[in-house]
């Protein structure tokens, strides 16, 4: 699932990194557009055999854990093994992601509502760098709802790949393996 704000104001913020890896996703895999789900953006598929289901919330970031809800009635669903949130990290720089297996919100609202409704912190994430934060800067929100500048956008796109292959990777091996071949 990508983190992100819905609507063409937010498209190249920041915090709507996890949406890009997610367009991305849907893209590579030739998943068919995203459809309206519940409380979703919603593309179904396989991908190696595999059925995926990516989804990007439409709740804005603060809410994303009501787009995780109706997974919990899922009867075989696992966050721990089923559930891989794509979101922006101020404390990554450009240029950089990582993978991990659990975790605190580190601060981010998004994986705090999400957290708030799973009632648990042991879910998959990759953290998207979109940092440092401008010495100064008096609010977070102005820096990851402010565009991308040019270079910015262009390295991210050019994350967009290895990403892909470690969320790939996380998908037919686990978060232990993906972790220890795509963190560096």
Do not use: C
Request: negative net charge.
């Amino acid at each position: 699932m990508g983190l992100g704000n819905p609507g063409p104001e937010y498209v190249d913020t920041r915090h709507n990194a996890g949406f890009r890896l997610a367009d991305h996703l849907v893209a590579r895999w030739r998943l068919g557009p995203l459809r309206r789900g519940d409380r979703a953006r919603v593309a179904e598929g396989t991908w190696s055999g595999q059925a995926v289901r990516v989804l990007e919330p439409q709740t804005y970031m603060n809410r994303s854990g009501a787009a995780v809800a109706p997974l919990l009635a899922l009867p075989d669903f696992d966050p721990a093994r089923d559930l891989l949130i794509l979101v922006d990290d101020v404390a990554l720089s450009m240029g950089r992601f990582r993978l991990r297996g659990a975790g605190s919100a580190g601060g981010h609202n998004g994986l705090k509502s999400i957290e708030g409704v799973l009632r648990r912190q042991d879910y998959a994430r990759l953290r998207i760098g979109v940092g440092p934060v401008p010495p100064g800067l008096d609010e977070l929100s102005d820096f990851v709802l402010d565009a991308f500048p040019a270079e910015d956008r262009e390295t991210l796109d050019a994350l967009l790949d290895p990403m892909a292959d470690s969320v790939e990777t996380w998908l037919e091996a686990g978060i232990e393996q993906a972790m220890t071949k795509h963190n560096r």
